[in-house]
């Protein structure tokens, strides 16, 4: 099974709107990152929060992480429709550094 | 600088052929990734260098697949021969801590 697992799968929501995707993984971690995704685009990183971090901003992104749950949140704020795109957590573990990625979780934000 | 390039960014092949994808990376970036990525599977790490060498291919599927870093400005997968469940999207990314992808080369296997 994978590393990260975001949650949800699906999320629609209207423009304006706050958007939050969530994620789980398994093992310890050196860093967490986020990236997104356009159809039939590579992925794009977004924003990296490191293991003695709690939380961290970007913009309109704000990232927390739990490492006791072994999780992740990433929210975006007053949505807009170019943010319709698929978001994947990835994990880079304390021993190796090779991303694992989850399975994303697809946002679509309705003008 | 260009970001990562991949190439073909398309390929249809018949079941059987050989093929081919290329990489270039972005200069500096010490790490180079081959994901596949499917509907099924999501995103799978296929194998990855370090300066060049070949770390990790426990992701490789099959023996059919190989990919080679003859320098730190270009990798190959190949696929030989192939079959239509290798029909995915191929990444290919840099890395020193945040990765950078291609675009990604779509192999569709008939």
């Known amino acids: 099974s994978q590393q990260g697992e975001e949650d949800p799968q699906a999320l629609s929501i209207q423009e304006g709107e706050n958007a939050t995707m969530n994620c789980s993984y398994k093992t310890s971690i050196n860093n967490l990152q986020w990236y997104r995704q356009n159809s039939g685009r590579g992925l794009v990183h977004l924003i990296l929060i490191r293991s003695n971090e709690r939380e961290k901003h970007s913009g309109r992104l704000r990232v927390t992480l739990d490492t006791s749950k072994k999780s992740s949140s990433l929210l975006i704020t007053a949505s807009r429709a170019a943010d319709t795109a698929s978001y994947f957590c990835?994990?880079?573990?304390?021993?190796?550094?090779?991303?694992?990625f989850g399975s994303g979780t697809q946002l679509t934000v309705l003008p | 600088d260009a970001g990562v390039i991949q190439s073909p960014r398309h390929e249809v092949t018949e079941m059987g052929q050989e093929v081919t994808l290329r990489c270039k990376p972005i200069?500096?970036?010490?790490?180079l990734f081959w994901y596949r990525q499917t509907m099924m599977r999501g995103l799978e790490l296929l194998i990855y260098f370090n300066n060049n060498v070949p770390i990790d291919d426990s992701g490789m599927p099959e023996d059919r697949f190989s990919a080679k870093m003859p320098n730190a400005s270009f990798s190959t997968l190949k696929i030989q021969p192939s079959e239509p469940r290798d029909s995915a999207v191929y990444f290919c990314a840099g890395q020193n801590t945040e990765a950078f992808f291609g675009q990604g080369t779509r192999l569709t296997v008939v």
């Open positions: 200069s500096g970036h010490d790490y």
């Open positions: 990835a994990t880079e573990p304390g021993s190796a550094r090779q991303l694992t």
